[in-house]
């Protein structure tokens, strides 16, 4: 499976910042997904994270809110904007793995966690 | 009534025991279907997936597809107290979007 990073690994952000997430991988992957883990609860999915596109949005999440740039297929951010203390979280980045996301197995980087004060 | 549902524990079963999890899912349209295990402080790592009825088995861990009855087990055998995490169960219909359940409590008891 490829090599997710996540930077930062922790952050403790003042309410009403903005923070971006960098994501990277040491392959170049077709799919390339974000997730939100709040506390004492089951991941989301936020985004798709789409190469040369939009990234698309699930329900509940929009682009204001959370603005995703995937420049190349082994990079991508997500910017959490505006932040209160509701957006504390762990955000997760994901790749699918397999030869252009042909396993359908879905890996994790480490996760960024975001506390806001 | 939620997408993925799993008992929230905590389960707790004595070291060399069968530890057995259980999730159901709500769309018959579900393609995949995926164990994985949480750590605390850790990200989720996938341990098993399984795409068709029946059961696979990998090392001490049994995934168990009834597409059916829309359950999904897993069994770990001769449990560890390094087994002891959260375990999630997810499913989908599209590759990398997940569904997950609210996982499962393991605890093992040395």
């Known amino acids: 499976s490829a090599v997710i990073s996540q930077k930062p690994s922790r952050d403790i952000c003042q309410r009403g910042t903005s923070l971006t997430i960098q994501c990277q991988v040491d392959s170049q992957v077709t799919m390339m997904f974000w997730y939100r883990q709040q506390p004492g609860q089951s991941l989301t999915l936020i985004a798709t994270a789409n190469q040369g596109s939009e990234a698309t949005y699930e329900s509940g999440f929009v682009i204001d809110k959370f603005p995703i740039s995937r420049p190349n297929l082994t990079f991508s951010t997500l910017t959490v904007s505006n932040m209160s203390p509701e957006d504390s979280s762990i955000y997760l980045c994901?790749?699918?793995?397999?030869?252009?996301?042909?396993?359908?197995?879905?890996?994790f980087g480490e996760g960024s966690r975001l506390t806001v004060l | 009534q939620k997408e993925v549902e799993q008992n929230s524990g905590p389960l707790s079963v004595p070291e060399g025991a069968i530890a057995s999890l259980n999730c159901t899912y709500s769309d018959r349209g579900s393609q995949s279907f995926f164990w994985y295990r949480q750590y605390s402080g850790k990200s989720p790592e996938l341990i098993m997936s399984i795409y068709s009825n029946g059961d696979k088995e990998d090392g001490r861990f049994t995934a168990q597809l009834n597409k059916a009855s829309q359950y999904v087990s897993l069994l770990i055998r001769d449990s560890q107290p390094s087994d002891s995490a959260t375990y999630l169960c997810a499913v989908n219909r599209v590759a990398g979007k997940l569904i997950f359940g609210q996982g499962t409590e393991l605890s093992v008891k040395p």
């Open positions: 994901s790749v699918v793995g397999g030869l252009a996301g042909s396993s359908g197995e879905l890996f």
